[in-house]
């Protein structure tokens, strides 16, 4: 029979789980309380949440929750990054750390129900971010209509440069 303490930790793990976009797992062994903060504070800046629970109340709830099995990095000390909102922000302040810090060990995690490896999670954490992506595909919708606008405008100019130049070419006589 399990303990109320695990039962109450499983329900908070599976509450953490309810709406993420993704679950990154990382190990923290090795880094001062000043660094997790900070880590915390870089985390919560990408809109994201950290939470330290045990590895198989985790397996169990990921179980429950017919999620993908994260056997595979679920070893160890292991800080669960859960993105509510853009899981590219959250892995790359991630990343951005374990830069600064090499106490920090990236393991996996899960996004958009998949499981991903380390080398995954930095290969999102590569990708631009969300809003660098709608700006390019504005970009790329709005582009062949400004060069349409333009075409459309050259006859117009240069009718107007035409005009303008019989007036001074009068004015000057």
């Known amino acids: 029979m399990p303990n109320a303490q695990n039962q109450a930790m499983l329900e908070a793990v599976k509450a953490d789980l309810q709406d993420v976009t993704a679950v990154w797992v990382v190990d923290y062994r090795g880094l001062t309380v000043k660094e997790v903060q900070a880590l915390r504070n870089d985390i919560r800046n990408a809109e994201a949440t950290m939470k330290v629970y045990k590895n198989t109340i985790m397996h169990i709830a990921l179980e429950e929750m017919e999620l993908p099995n ?25 990343k951005e750390f374990a830069k600064k810090n090499q106490n920090l060990v990236i393991k996996g995690g899960m996004m958009d129900g998949m499981f991903v490896d380390a080398a995954q999670v930095e290969a999102i954490a590569a990708l631009p971010s969300r809003e660098e992506l709608i700006a390019k595909l504005l970009g790329t919708i709005s582009n062949p209509l400004v060069k349409t606008v333009r075409v459309l405008n050259g006859p117009m100019e240069a009718f107007a440069r035409c005009a303008q130049a019989i007036a001074d070419q009068k004015s000057a006589a």
């Open 70 to 94: 994260m056997d595979a990095v679920l070893e160890g000390p292991s800080a669960f990054i859960f993105a509510a909102a853009d899981p590219v922000a959250s892995a790359k302040a991630i």
